[in-house]
């Protein structure tokens, strides 16, 4: 067993050993600087482009984590596309490391409630609580406070709109539904999410689902072909999200299409 560590061990520091001792074999002066090889400082990500401009289209996934988030996050990594989540507070404090690695491959991290209560008829006291716990859950895991919420089902108040207005965070309901939740169909979902994607849009899907995560592929891979570029909520808003307004859509743009 130890035998088998201490080799997989080595094995994986093999590489950069080998390319030390390369480096230092071509130097025609070998000096001590040479010796160890340099850190290389990860490139800084590109800028997200202007979605005034450019095709771009959010990809949200609501009431997670769940189990099936860790495959979403695989697919997501393996076509570079980032996306916005809107976590359920008490899956998020169930599920701290989930909720610590979609952060770490820079996805947006958001509020969908703590108990995915019906935000729009609860009272101030309801919905302040709901809201606050999922910004510590959030927190404790990630260190970033969300500033979007999703209210579950879409279901908003003057009210909620005050209350959000004063914590600082906007709203953000979607443009795309497929009603995953309800179709449990891969093909469906993806052929769905195709035919109604249109530029400046907000796609409302759950991770919660394999059926829905499974159609992921797909569907980035036909949205990228017809010119589509994937941006999180706040990307898509040029980070100009007024604190208690409704987002459904960005809705000019010269690259839009739009007359
Ligand atoms: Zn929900």
Known sequence: MLVAAVCGWLSTLAPDGGAARLAAAKGK???PKSEAPEPKPEPPPPPPPDCTQAKCLALTFDDGPAESTGELLDILASRNVKATFF?????AAKRPDLVRRTHAAGHELADHGYTHADLGRASKKTIVSELTRTQDAIRNASGVTPVLLRPPYGSTSERLARVTRRMGMAQVLWTVD?????NRDTDDIERRVVKQAKPGGIVLLHDI???TVRAVPEI???LAAKG???VTVSELFGGKLTPGKEYRELESGAGQGHP
């Not at 976590?87 to 899956?91: H, K, Y």
């Not at 497929?178 to 309800?182: A, L």
Request: no cysteine.
């Open 29 to 31: 002066a070998p000096g």
């Open 87 to 91: 976590l359920v507070g008490e899956n």
């Open 178 to 182: 497929p009603f995953d939740w309800r």
């Open 209 to 211: 689902h394999r059926t």
């Open 220 to 222: 980035v891979d036909r």
């Open 228 to 230: 589509y570029v994937f």
